[in-house]
């Protein structure tokens, strides 16, 4: 019932690497910039990253550029996260988000993201 099924989370090392998955559903994949949030134990959601439509322009949070790497397929409607360089502090549940940046910023005190999906956790830890 919920449009994003989230994957790829799991407990690893610092410095290690891992790929998140967003499949979605029920809506027109191919229209609409995509996001990625994160959201640590006791904190509000923080934005991670964004792409748009086609997947020619992305932007990233300064804590993970340089490290992470967004990316979506049209023919799976899925996107992807490739997370390298893991730190401790990017331990957090992950959700994926309808919306550039922009959109983002501007609603995130009001969206509930677990209502979308179920996010995936992520776990650094040595």
């Known amino acids: 019932q919920r449009p994003f099924v989230e994957s790829g989370g799991d407990i690893v090392q610092p410095g290690g690497s891992l790929r998140l998955s967003c499949a979605t559903s029920?809506?027109?994949?191919?229209?609409?910039?995509m996001t990625w949030v994160r959201q640590a134990p006791g904190k509000g959601p923080e934005w991670v990253s964004s792409i748009n439509t086609d997947g020619s322009r992305s932007s990233y949070a300064d804590s993970v550029k340089g490290r992470f790497t967004i990316s979506r397929d049209s023919a799976k409607n899925t996107l992807y996260l490739q997370m390298t360089s893991l730190k401790l502090e990017d331990t957090a549940l992950y959700y994926c988000?309808?919306?550039?940046?922009?959109?983002?910023?501007?609603?995130?005190?009001?969206?509930?993201?677990?209502?979308w999906g179920l996010g995936t956790q992520v776990t650094i830890s040595s």
């Open positions: 988000a309808i919306g550039d940046k922009d959109d983002i910023l501007r609603n995130i005190q009001f969206v509930d993201f677990g209502s």
């Open positions: 029920g809506f027109n994949f191919s229209k609409y910039d």
